[in-house]
């Protein structure tokens, strides 16, 4: 049984450049959620998708969009990157939008420069 | 609003020796709170969860927790430290069912070094 996988694991770019990471949710979720965590914090709730609609946001600006496809796997896309942008990004499936936990996946390293 | 506060950023300890990981949390409603630990170069993985049933939850690897109402805390024990323990421990409290679904409210963490 597969749990939550993520792709790339690592990836560099450049100031201004745009990205899209990607996410398997567990097999049996339908709920994506998104987490951005900078160096030595906590992780920060970006979105999270279900039924391929984003249904909640954090305070992100609008750079950070994302998509849900009828597999339930999911893609973070980040326009016009900043320096400020490098962070581990993580993916958390769930099933259903209640409080089912969260099981996340090994995140994508993004480094920008 | 809710937020939850882990009350130190680094614990070391022995080999052995218990383990004890503090987080105070404020809420103005009854929270879901949990425990998540993330190794090196790896997602979080969770270690236990409260949802309002028995005050003192067990979890994983030997952790566990107790959920005091009266002190708002949420404090990570463990009888006897492992060198596999070494991480980052996460302290996460829910926001209310409803408004924000599915979003955890993460602490900044505290990173437990063990030494043999």
């Known amino acids: 049984d597969a749990g939550v996988t993520q792709s790339p694991t690592h990836l560099i770019k450049t100031r201004g450049q745009q990205v899209t990471l990607r996410c398997s949710p567990k097999?049996?979720?339908?709920?994506v959620s998104w987490y951005q965590q900078a160096l030595g914090q906590g992780p920060q709730f970006i979105f999270q998708?279900?039924?391929?609609?984003?249904?909640q946001r954090g305070n992100f600006p609008d750079r950070f969009s994302g998509h849900q496809f009828p597999n339930y796997s999911s893609e973070l896309n980040v326009n016009a990157l900043l320096l400020g942008d490098s962070a581990l990004y993580l993916c958390?499936?769930?099933?259903?939008?209640?409080?089912?936990?969260?099981?996340f996946g090994n995140g994508t390293r993004l480094t920008v420069t | 609003a809710q937020s939850v506060t882990q009350l130190d950023s680094h614990v070391s300890v022995s080999e052995g020796t218990p383990v004890l990981l503090r987080c105070n949390y404020s809420s103005s409603y009854s929270p879901s709170l949990f425990w998540y630990v993330q190794h090196p170069n790896k997602g979080l993985q969770l270690l236990l969860k409260y949802t309002s049933a028995a005050t003192l939850v067990k979890g994983i690897n030997g952790f566990e927790a107790e959920f005091k109402k009266s002190e708002t805390s949420f404090h990570l024990t463990k009888p006897s430290a492992h060198m596999s323990d070494a991480a980052e421990y996460f302290c996460?409290?829910?926001?209310?069912?409803?408004?924000?679904?599915?979003?955890?409210?993460f602490g900044q963490g505290t990173e437990l070094s063990v030494k043999p």
């Open positions: 996460v409290v829910t926001p209310p069912l409803g408004n924000q679904g599915g979003k955890l409210i």
């Open positions: 097999s049996g979720h339908d709920t």
């Open positions: 998708y279900y039924e391929e609609e984003e249904r």
């Open positions: 958390a499936s769930s099933s259903g939008l209640g409080y089912s936990p969260l099981h």
